[in-house]
């Protein structure tokens, strides 16, 4: 086992320098940087300026300003170094998780993904819960019904839901119970209540809870069909299979041969992507529910980000997401086997 888990996190090296690399490198012909930006404000443009925030001659849009004045913005922004040192200067750094201070929000990157991660925790855990709790017993019942009037009527909801797109379920859970056109049940906007800090802990949880149910509904219910579909199929395959029907003609009740047999074998898709989804639920991101429901997370962070170059902010949480990615994976591979004793980490690794 411990060989195989030092040769995956090598392997993390290589992978985790070249998308960072990628990436670093595109920033570098993308239009309209933060230099181009101060000085287009400088000269009072609206636009970002023209070129890219490469090396060479890449300030075309500032010949309204001296040379020593964008020299001072590009040492500001540390853009007065070549683009190699700046690259490997900034993989030293993210070494010891060191990511640098945002260009507009005047805050380090840490801080300002700590200050969005209640938003992102607070959709993504609710979300992954009760996505399992609810999928995984729904699946064991359809395959176990497979072909009912229950069956058939269940995939009919799930599929309907699927195919609803997230941030049109909230405009109109918005409208029928947000103080719209009909019914002011919930509230329409925030984490919690403006006086959300007068209130006792008990009514602290009931405002938090009361504020979640529309964004958390939104988000859930295109969830439900693939991880219900999932368990429901690989039920049926195991449900399928010889040993089933040796252990019923033995005399084993059907608990036990879907619990105890069944179950274990069943269950391995479903449970290796567990470390995954569990990690990346304190990290979820949704722009369009995010800004439905006026919930600052990481979501609209990431889209600000992007859209006014703040590189630091991007490239920060793009290394911070892509290690847990692998670390993720890891996890995944290590519970594949421990869950499974048939499976080797030899088979893994070819696999």
């Known amino acids: 086992m411990w060989p195989y888990i030092f040769k995956r996190l090598l392997?993390?090296?290589?992978?985790?320098?070249?998308?960072?690399?990628?990436?670093?490198?595109?920033?570098?012909?993308?239009?309209?940087?933060?230099?181009?930006?101060?000085?287009?404000?400088?000269?009072?443009?609206?636009?970002?300026?023209?070129?890219?925030?490469?090396?060479?001659?890449?300030?075309?849009?500032?010949?309204?300003?001296?040379?020593?004045?964008?020299?001072?913005?590009?040492?500001?922004?540390?853009?007065?170094?070549?683009?190699?040192?700046?690259?490997?200067?900034?993989?030293?750094?993210?070494?010891?998780?060191?990511f640098g201070?945002?260009?507009?929000?005047?805050?380090?990157?840490?801080?300002?993904?700590?200050?969005?991660?209640?938003?992102?925790?607070?959709?993504?855990?609710?979300?992954?819960?009760?996505?399992?709790?609810?999928?995984?017993?729904?699946?064991?019942?359809?395959?176990?019904?497979?072909?009912?009037?229950?069956?058939?009527?269940?995939?009919?909801?799930?599929?309907?839901?699927?195919?609803?797109?997230?941030?049109?379920?909230?405009i109109a859970l918005l409208v029928l119970f947000g103080g719209g056109s009909f019914w002011d049940v919930f509230p329409l906007r925030g984490l919690v209540s403006d006086n959300w800090e007068q209130l006792n802990w008990f009514d602290k949880i009931l405002d938090y809870l009361w504020h979640m149910v529309l964004p958390i509904t939104a988000s859930v219910i295109g969830s439900f069909a693939v991880m219900t579909m999932l368990t429901k199929n690989?039920?049926?395959?195991?449900?399928?299979?010889?040993?089933?029907?040796?252990?019923?003609?033995?005399?084993?009740?059907?608990?036990?041969?879907?619990?105890?047999?069944?179950?274990?074998?069943?269950?391995i898709p479903l449970v290796t992507g567990f470390p995954a989804a569990f990690i990346g639920a304190f990290f979820t991101g949704s722009l369009l529910i995010e800004t439905i429901f006026s919930l600052d997370g990481l979501g609209l962070l990431s889209y600000e980000s992007v859209l006014k170059r703040d590189y630091p902010v991007v490239l920060g949480t793009l290394y911070l997401f892509t290690l847990l990615g692998l670390v993720a994976k890891l996890l995944a591979d290590i519970s594949y086997v421990l869950i499974d004793p048939r499976i080797h980490f030899e088979s893994v690794d070819k696999g």
């Not at 404000?41 to 040379?67: I, M, N, V």
């Not at 995939?155 to 839901?161: A, D, K, M, P, R």
């Open 11 to 98: 392997l993390m090296i290589p992978t985790l320098f070249g998308v960072m690399l990628i990436t670093f490198a595109v920033t570098q012909f993308v239009p309209g940087g933060p230099v181009e930006q101060l000085i287009s404000q400088l000269e009072g443009k609206h636009a970002a300026g023209e070129a890219s925030s490469g090396a060479q001659g890449l300030y075309r849009g500032a010949t309204g300003l001296d040379e020593e004045r964008i020299k001072e913005i590009q040492a500001l922004y540390g853009f007065d170094k070549p683009v190699h040192v700046r690259f490997f200067e900034m993989m030293k750094n993210y070494l010891t998780f060191d």
């Open 234 to 267: 690989s039920f049926l395959e195991e449900i399928r299979k010889q040993y089933v029907l040796t252990a019923r003609a033995k005399g084993l009740s059907e608990n036990r041969v879907l619990y105890h047999h069944v179950f274990r074998n069943a269950i």
């Open 101 to 170: 201070e945002s260009y507009f929000h005047n805050k380090s990157v840490i801080e300002l993904v700590a200050s969005k991660l209640p938003v992102s925790i607070s959709l993504g855990l609710w979300t992954f819960f009760i996505v399992y709790l609810t999928c995984i017993p729904l699946g064991i019942a359809k395959a176990v019904r497979d072909g009912s009037a229950f069956d058939v009527a269940t995939s009919t909801l799930i599929l309907i839901g699927y195919s609803i797109p997230g941030f049109v379920l909230g």
